[in-house]
């Protein structure tokens, strides 16, 4: 849009929307009460906001955990199959392979209790209620050592937990790599193939994938 | 079937069909020299299509692609993740064109399946450091100024399974994990001045209506400049997999935040933290930390043909095609290599050349038979230059899984066949 037209469209928008309601017009939303929006809002941050009334112990967490999750993540957290592991990994981020999971690379206890609580168990999403999530959210960080197994969860209580990866993150720098006037000419003395997809031989086989022209 | 108008005669095209079906080898050869050939003689058979009548207008109320172009489709890598309700599929970018995506093609990332909404039953609130918070119905949101803009939308795990070495053979694969379309909505802007923001409005989460409520937060001055809330894509209403009845947009940023199936927006003073942007979309170096908050899509190209899913049929003149863009603006040029990176030369850029949208570069290509290495690298207007897999595994090593924009290279061997390599 041209600078002046997006001015003349800008200045039309706002004399639109700054026009007093006139009785008997249609409003365009509605004010939500307390109560509708704490339907929704079922967020939690780090520091604590937004956790709600509840508590929860490990040793009550793991029956519920054997029950709802351990079908796909396994009775300690470990996996069945590929589905996500959720325990385990501490000391693995400098490894060739690292083992990321809630114990060994999230940076905050109140984001377990936040994701548990909107997304899991899959295909049963917001089911728990909130002392089942204290529970299991307990249950996960006991398995491995980061709280004894009668610490009691609760909105108090979880923000101050300190996970073992708190000072993991570091903030975007990139651009991160060499910038300037690229090379045009003679840019490398020797090109060497280092790598070839097909001696990986992983891509899908897809009989309708024609090799066309 | 009801006799109308011209009924009689299309069964009569289509019996011919059948009988041409029917007729084994003798049929096929005559449909072959009708439709096979790829040598350009004009055929002495008139084709069927050009004497018999086609269908009519009422047999495809909503209309499909031609059957020929049936591998044109979005594809998976099966071994990618344990369930398909958690993955991903990939825009099949070596057969399209121009820089909008269709949206039957257009990639999906789901982290809880592909919800099915109605559109009466869903709200938009907005909520939190606000004067006054409200709630949108769908038809509510259609009557604010709305705002027509061209963008891609990246995720940001594109080109994730190269980091270790060159993996997946195909243009798909290896770049497919984004589409451009041409979005309908109104600004976020326009929502959170309607609400009134509180003095300690920093920040906004969004979360989603799907079932794993994805929620991502972002800081108040990209709300506040381009980002969007859409409720069409290319004309018409977002499709189920791209978040209908509406989604936010964070133009230039990975694709992640651009939230599917928009529920809620409330307002904060710092940051949230959520599964999505700590353990998920972090970018985790050698040293065992991880850069948080990559948010943008750094500049990024791909040459679609040639590419491994197509062959160069014998030497001769063609047109290379490519892709470019970038997410923190403009793609003012674009090289392209034959030697592997020995040396480059600049290809024109197609208009039009938008923000934070796909470009087109095509370029004339004389192929000579021989072993041949091609690459595209891009240049925004920024001055970022897109790197080689090299310059980034240096900064950033194997293990970071997100935002690799690298140099993708395309072996084209004697044989015309094309391979996904990486070059040192």
Known sequence: ?213 | MKEKNGEPLRRAALDRRTLLAAGGAAGAALAGKVAGASEATIPEELPDWSRYLGPGVDDEPYGKPSKYEAHVIRRTVEWLTASTESSINFTPLPWLNGIITPNGVFFERHHGGRAEIDPSAHRLLIHGLVEKPLVYTMEDLKRLPCEDRIWFIECAANGGMEWRGAQLDGCQYVRGMIGCAQWTGVRLKTLLERSGLKPNAKWVLAEGADASALTRSFPIEKALDDAFVAYAQNGEALRPGQGYPVRLILPGWEANMSVKWLRRIEVGDAPWYTRWETSKYTDLLPTGKAYKFTWVQEANSVVTWPAPEHKVDGPGQYTIRGLAWSGRGRIVRVDLTFDGGKNWVTAPLEEPILPKALTRFYYPWRWDGSTTIIASRAIDETGYVQPTIAQLRNARGRNSIYHNNAIVTWLVNASGEVENVQVA
């Open chain 1, 1 to 213: 849009m041209s600078k002046s037209r997006e001015l003349l469209f800008a200045t039309a928008f706002v004399a639109a929307l700054a026009a007093p309601v006139l009785a008997g017009e249609r409003p365009i939303g509605r004010v939500p009460t307390p109560e509708e929006i704490a339907r929704w809002d079922i967020d939690a941050r780090p520091d604590g906001l937004g956790l709600p009334p509840g508590r929860g112990t490990a040793r009550e967490g793991e029956e519920i955990y054997l029950a709802r999750c351990a079908s796909c993540h396994g009775e300690f957290g470990e996996a069945v199959g590929r589905w996500p592991q959720l325990v385990g990994g501490q000391g693995s981020l400098t490894w060739d392979e690292p083992i990321k999971t809630v114990t060994s690379y999230w940076p905050y206890a109140p984001t377990v209790f936040d994701y548990i609580k909107r997304a899991m168990p899959f295909g049963d999403a917001q089911s728990l209620t909130d002392d089942e999530v204290y529970a299991i959210t307990a249950f996960l960080l006991a398995s491995d050592g980061i709280i004894p197994e009668d610490f009691v969860v609760d909105a108090e209580s979880l923000p101050k937990i300190v996970m073992p990866n708190a000072d993991g993150f570091i903030d975007d720098p990139r651009p991160d790599v060499p910038g300037g006037e690229p090379c045009m000419k003679d840019c490398v003395a020797e090109v060497v193939i280092v790598g070839h997809a097909r001696k990986i031989g992983v891509t899908p086989e897809d009989k309708a994938r024609p090799v066309t022209d």
